[in-house]
Antibody, heavy 120, light 108 residues
Framework: QITLKESGPTLVKPTQTLTLTCTFS??????????VGWIRQPPGKALEWIAFIYWDDDKRYSPSLKNRLTITKDTSKNQVVLTMTNMDPVDTATYYC????????????WGQGTLVTVSS | EVVMTQSPATLSVSPGERATLSCRAS??????LAWYQQKPGQAPRLLIYGASTRATGIPARFSGSGSGTEFTLTISSLQSEDFGVYYC??????????FGGGTKVEIK
């Protein structure tokens, strides 16, 4: 059974750095072709893709957020970590991690999401 | 960036009727398009990938069609549990991966 779960702070202040962890089970991020991505959704709005990491540690970022993002993986812990610097109230959203089984970059499995509010 | 545009924004359909949702890409994405369903308070669920292939466990009443820039998701006979917001996503030309703005399906 494949599961993913996001964890991290629910409230951050403007200008702070957000660190979110995706802990997963049921697959290995060292298997060829697989990957994990982060997607966010502001309240009442559409989905926005943020970042993606491949099994071979190749990484992709949203061009509009690239300068603020870092995605890493710890295969031994079955975790993917996303850091986003200089948080702003417009970054308030539910943040999801999601798993790509392989080959093409749609997401087969999603975590439940975690709501992050940016406010002073 | 490939812009994905979904229509209509809201669709009200009676149980048992057909629902047709549209997704348009600003440039060709070949058949590299996925559809997701999202219910309130839940994560999105993959319905369709490759424009027309149902994901594991998705009922046959869901079907996808199209290629290039025009795509359609059809729910042949709407069930009460099919309410929610439906998103399309292209994965042909990225980064960035891009989603449409969503179509909300309401039960009439």
């Amino acid at each position: 059974q494949i599961t993913l779960k996001e964890s991290g702070p629910t409230l951050v202040k403007p200008t702070q750095t957000l660190t979110l962890t995706c802990t997963f089970s049921g697959f290995s991020l060292s298997a060829s072709g697989v990957g994990v991505g982060w997607i966010r959704q502001p309240p009442g709005k559409a989905l926005e893709w943020i970042a993606f990491i491949y099994w071979d540690d190749d990484k992709r970022y949203s061009p509009s957020l690239k300068n603020r993002l870092t995605i890493t993986k710890d295969t031994s812990k079955n975790q993917v970590v996303l850091t986003m610097t200089n948080m702003d109230p417009v970054d308030t959203a539910t943040y999801y991690c999601a798993y790509r089984v392989g080959g093409s970059s749609y997401f087969d499995y999603w975590g439940q999401g975690t709501l992050v509010t940016v406010s002073s | 960036e490939v812009v994905m545009t979904q229509s209509p924004a809201t669709l009200s359909v009676s149980p048992g009727e057909r629902a047709t949702l549209s997704c348009r890409a600003s440039q060709s994405v070949s058949s590299n398009l996925a559809w997701y369903q999202q219910k309130p308070g839940q994560a999105p669920r993959l319905l369709i990938y490759g424009a027309s292939t149902r994901a594991t466990g998705i009922p046959a009443r869901f079907s996808g069609s199209g290629s290039g820039t025009e795509f359609t998701l059809t729910i042949s006979s709407l069930q009460s549990e099919d309410f929610g917001v439906y998103y399309c996503q292209q994965y042909n030309n990225w980064p960035p991966l891009t989603f449409g703005g969503g179509t909300k399906v309401e039960i009439k």
